[in-house]
């Protein structure tokens, strides 16, 4: 892989201008908030030509029990097509398609029984939320001895427009529509350009991606509440000074709840996360379990450099495992 198939570099550091229109009924309902300029420190941290990638122990809520494993979060900027909806190979070819974005590649790994589970999640968030509000596009693929899943949402004039691949016949092949609305799974890199800015209070959000597909549900926006606060000691790996936890509780019957610890201080890093649903093989058995994650190490690396079997050291300075 390329360097410049991961890296953006840009010329100059995008300033993000302040918006404060009124939105209407249905911007309401995707919940746009006031964007704010980019940190000075940002082109430092993030346009260095390396990504950064967090390593995390795991307990993945599954079947009604708790599974061990290991989750990786790799954040990095790119030049992202507007038209295509794919990472750019060449920018300077066409500069008005052009989309500078935070890239989050979310995996987790863990074992049900026999058979291992491997998640993946990639979203990307505009640098610039004040000239371009929503998430252009998230994709998922769930990978198990059963078989795999695929869902992606790309953003067009009227809304996402979902694509859906499943094995499972009530699933199956499908195509649909959603409305512009605030995705869970954006949230990861909001929280890196501008946590000020996280919606709070009474909000409708669509929830992730991974929980949809493991709990069999549509994906449709749904009612939440949603604060920002200091973390708690007991709910933090290592941190080196305050640390915030934004935490989202969906109504329903479910129970579902999500926090995502982070660093109060720029560039903010996860330092962790939890998970609570519902969750067994059927309604009469669901108990209501919580997915943990805390972070193990975190490095700056241009790893699709680092391919070699020479590199695996990196691998080992992540602790990973699988």
């Known amino acids: 892989m390329s360097m410049r198939s991961c890296i953006w570099i840009p010329a100059l550091l995008l300033s993000g201008a302040q918006c404060s229109s ?9 919940q746009v908030v006031p964007a704010a300029p980019l940190p000075p420190e940002f082109g430092s941290y993030w346009f260095q030509g390396k990504a950064e990638l967090t390593s995390y122990d795991l307990t993945q809520a599954r079947y009604g029990e708790l599974h061990q494993g290991e989750a990786v979060l790799v954040f990095v900027t790119e030049d992202f097509s507007r038209k295509k909806q794919v990472k750019l190979d060449n920018p300077a070819a066409n500069p008005a398609d052009r989309l500078p974005v ?3 590649n979310f995996t987790r790994k863990f074992n049900t029984g026999v058979y291992p589970y491997s998640i993946m999640l990639s979203a990307f968030t505009p640098l610039d939320l004040a000239k371009d509000p929503h998430s252009p596009k998230v994709s998922l693929s769930v990978q198990e001895w059963c078989g795999h899943v695929f869902t992606q949402l790309n953003l067009g004039p009227k809304g996402y427009n979902v694509s859906q691949k499943s ?3 009530s699933e199956g092949d499908n195509e649909t529509k959603l409305e512009t609305a605030l995705l869970e799974d954006e949230l990861w890199n909001r929280i890196r350009l501008n ?9 409708r959000l669509v929830p992730g991606t991974a929980y949809a597909r493991l709990q069999h549900l549509p994906l449709v926006p749904e009612a939440a509440t949603a604060s920002l606060q200091a973390a708690l000691p007991s709910q933090l790996g290592s941190t080196t000074g305050p640390a915030q936890a934004y935490t989202i509780t969906y109504a ?3 129970q579902h709840s999500v926090s995502i610890f982070f660093e109060q201080a720029f560039p903010h ?3 962790g996360w939890e998970e609570t649903y519902r969750d067994g ?7 209501l379990l919580t997915t943990r994650a805390t972070r193990r190490h975190s490095i700056m690396l241009d790893y699709w450099r680092t391919h070699n079997n020479a590199d695996l050291r990196w691998r080992d300075s992540l602790k990973l495992s699988r």
């Open 22 to 30: 009124t939105p209407d009924t249905k911007a309401a309902q995707a």
């Open 102 to 104: 935070l890239k989050l």
């Open 167 to 169: 094995y499972f016949e």
């Open 195 to 203: 946590p000020a800015g996280l919606p709070t209070g009474s909000i």
């Open 252 to 254: 329903g019957p479910k």
């Open 269 to 271: 890093r996860i330092l």
């Open 281 to 287: 093989p059927g309604a009469a058995q669901a108990r």
